[in-house]
């Protein structure tokens, strides 16, 4: 039971690294009904630009500011040269534009900043806690602890931030309909620049602890991978969605990796490892045919 | 008038005579064509910008020193970014230009090198994986293009499986080893030749395989703290290593009972994970340093003179750089050995570079005076040997740079090579090839 405990835990906490990623899909997606397809791009990206403002001679606390202001640069020129061409395009275009957006970050960033492997060092060492290890023998990181803090306190952030501000508002009435928004006065330019400003930002958080943990490399771009699941279970529009979604997408998976392949071997024979790969696609895949629009997702009705 | 005209016709005696001198002199000019589908973008790039860098720049210092035999060397990169599909769409753009006078394709690949298997055999092009790739294809009476040179992924692991013998008293009966493998091709390749270890050797072999690209692997480490096994052999390559090395930190894992292949053995593996790879090993066909010769030699000549491939030059003497810069003197002495028997100072054509690929015989006086002592293991091959050796050495990452531990250490051939060779075998039945008979061949 124990061991069943410590595969739980390591999954939960896992998962909120996928939601980290989650949610930047789902800040672009709240505001603009864009699928931003480069987000993995982004957590790439800003990754990258950390350890490069730190080669250059930054320290940690300034290489994150810049690495910010690279992002909201970015997030500016998104908006300026791709999405205000395509202000009311249908969704699929939005989304292309994204693909195109992504595979442009892919190779833009390793051709500013190089693309070796580095390490980035954040202060935090990836290591059992001790007293959690003695008494319960029972593995729990304190990397892990740390970045689901982050994580649920970016999560209250932005739920506040969309609930009870005028920006927040504008966001959600973007999000609903572009023409009627703009109707009303809502500057849509603006607005898209700064949601995809948060989303760099969100980005950036993800970027670091992801880096730290599996070093700045073109790797992170998968990254997004893990976050499709969440999103499709958590809904594409709720930010707790994101964070509930990678919870049982963590947890789910990690289970599954340790319990269905000795089952499946002692049917079939063989050996039925590396299912974590697929089985939370299967996962999302059964939960869309019952809950298409995800657990905390907005169900879509249309008047006929 | 007439003077003017006179002067011309002279001018354009004297430019026709010099052109006429040129164009044949141009036409005599023998080159070697190396077509490179190489990656140095994408999810696995920095491993790849070291180790083309490294072979580039062998073919550079050649040049330098006035080619094989008088022969240049020319080449051209496409870039796969260690997709299949795009490496095959690079090797049908080049192949053409190669097919006149080919030097060894080298594709850092084994998911390339399985694509190009049949194609390069149709095309008559030698297909280099050293240290990658279709481990039956030892077997050159089936394989006669394709050359897994200098090691294998079997005899890598029977070798990793003697190491760890000979630190236990020359007996693993009762221990418990973990294989962590990339669940592909690659990752699979070496399994058969760890059951078979595992069955002679009476040790307990727990198989667990991590999901593509491997940048999360709590589960797999998990499970490998519940088994508490005496080693863990990792068969990973790109973000898999650094993940597994953290991850084992984080688990609690002793990183000097982690044995990782060649391709979990490079800077790129260690150096990001800081601390956490103190201590931790891994096999290699090549040592690291600048303190050998050549590579000394290499970073003098070609960078002193400005024709270097690598614009950070503290890649020069990584792993993976010296690894190109192997790869790159066994393709070249091949060429040299063909010239040895078809016509010095002549350019090669597929067939004869095929040969010269299955006749090497690298020994330890030719790599003195190459300057690459201790660089690689010697190399002789054959018609039914493509391998050539079958030797690594185990290295240590102290902190800040891999230390060899072991001399040259040979896996278990009597063990090892009739697993392949049935499987060439079966390969051979299933596609209705007639094996050549190398014992005739020979002969003659």
């Known amino acids: 039971m124990q061991f069943f405990f410590e595969v739980l835990i390591g999954g939960l906490l896992s998962g909120v690294m996928y939601s980290l990623v989650a949610l930047g899909f789902v800040l672009i997606f709240k505001a603009s009904g ?89 202060g935090l060492v990836d ?108 809904g594409f529009t709720s930010v707790p969605g994101a964070i509930v979604g990678g919870l049982i997408i963590g947890a789910s998976e990690k289970l599954a990796e340790i319990y269905i392949p000795p089952v499946l071997a002692g049917w079939f024979g063989g050996n039925f490892g590396g299912i974590e790969g697929w089985f939370p696609y299967v996962m999302a895949l059964l939960f869309l045919l019952v809950r298409p629009e995800g657990l905390f997702g907005e169900k879509h009705i249309d008047r006929v | 008038m007439i003077k003017q005209f006179k002067q011309l016709a002279i001018a354009s005696s004297v430019a026709a005579a010099c052109l006429g001198a040129a164009i044949p002199a141009a036409q005599a000019a023998e080159e070697q064509f190396f077509m490179l589908p190489s990656y140095r973008v994408g999810p696995y790039g920095a491993n790849g910008q070291s180790f083309y860098g490294g072979f580039i720049d062998y073919l550079s210092y050649v040049n330098q020193k006035g080619g094989i035999d008088g022969v240049q060397i020319t080449w051209e990169e496409c870039e796969t970014e260690y997709n299949n599909a795009k490496g095959v769409e690079c090797y049908e753009r080049m192949k053409s230009k190669a097919q006149k006078a080919p030097g060894p394709i080298h594709t850092m690949s084994t998911g390339i090198s399985y694509a190009l298997v049949d194609k390069a055999a149709a095309d008559k092009l030698p297909l280099a994986m050293m240290g990658y790739g279709l481990t039956s294809a030892v077997d050159g009476s089936v394989f006669p293009w394709a050359f897994p040179l200098v090691t294998t992924y079997q005899m890598q692991a029977s070798a990793i499986i003697k190491f760890l013998k000979d630190k236990n008293a020359g007996s693993l009966a009762g221990k418990k080893i973990v294989y962590l493998y990339h669940d592909s091709a ?39 703290r519940q088994e508490k096994p005496d080693y863990v052999i990792m068969w990973g390559w790109g973000v898999m290593n650094m993940t597994a090395i953290k991850t084992a930190q984080k688990m609690g894992f002793p990183r000097d009972r982690m044995i990782g292949s060649w391709w979990a053995g490079s800077e790129e593996d260690t150096v990001p994970a800081g601390d956490a790879a103190k201590g931790y090993m891994s096999a290699t066909w090549n040592v690291a340093g600048k303190d050998v010769p050549l590579i000394a030699d290499i970073e003098k000549t070609v960078y002193g003179a400005g024709k270097g491939n690598l614009k950070d030059t503290s890649k020069l003497g990584t792993i993976l750089y010296n ?60 018609c039914d040997n493509h391998e050539g050796s079958g030797k690594v050495k185990l290295q240590q990452w102290d902190g800040a740079k891999w230390v060899v531990l072991t001399d040259w250490i040979e896996g278990n051939k009597q063990l090892i090579h009739p697993l392949f060779q049935a499987d060439a075998a079966k390969f051979a039945k299933e596609k209705g090839i007639t094996p050549r008979n190398c014992a005739a061949e020979a002969k003659k």
């Open chain 1, 34 to 122: 864009v699928f931003n397809f480069a987000q993995g791009a982004m957590v790439y990206f800003a990754a990258l630009s950390v350890v490069g403002c730190m080669e250059k001679g930054a320290p940690l606390w300034l290489a994150l500011i810049l690495a910010f202001g690279i992002m909201t640069l970015l997030g500016i020129a998104t908006e300026k040269f791709v999405l205000r061409k395509m202000v009311n395009q249908p969704p699929i275009a939005l989304f292309m534009a994204t693909i195109g957006l992504s595979f442009f970050i892919d190779g833009f960033a390793p051709l500013l900043w190089g693309n070796e492997v580095r390490p980035l060092d954040i």
């Open chain 1, 127 to 234: 290591e059992p806690i001790p007293w959690i290890l003695d008494s319960y023998n029972i593995v729990v990181s304190k990397f892990d602890l740390v970045a689901a803090g982050l994580a649920l306190a970016l999560v209250a952030l932005l739920a506040l931030f969309f609930q009870y501000t005028r920006v927040g508002r504008a966001l959600r009435a973007v999000a609903d309909d572009h023409q009627a928004a703009l109707s009303i006065g809502i500057p849509l330019q603006h607005i898209w620049a700064l949601v995809w400003a948060v989303a760099g930002f969100v980005a950036l958080v993800a970027g670091m602890l992801w880096g730290s943990r599996n070093g700045v490399q073109f790797a992170l771009t998968f990254t997004a991978l893990k976050a499709l699941p969440v999103l499709i279970l958590g």
């Open chain 2, 186 to 224: 690659y990752g699979k390749e070496p399994i058969l030749a760890l059951e078979a270890e595992s069955r002679l050797n009476k040790f307990d072999l727990v198989q667990i395989p991590v999901a593509h690209p491997g940048n999360e692997q709590g589960a797999q480490w998990q499970r490998i």
């Open chain 2, 323 to 382: 690894r190109g810069v192997s790869a790159a003197v066994l393709s070249v002495e091949a060429i040299r050995a063909a010239q040895a028997k078809h016509g010095k100072g002549k350019a090669m054509n597929g067939e004869q570079v095929r040969w010269g690929l299955e006749n090497l015989n690298i020994t330890e006086a030719r790599l003195k005076q190459i300057g690459a002592t201790g660089l690689l293991p010697d190399v002789k091959t054959s």
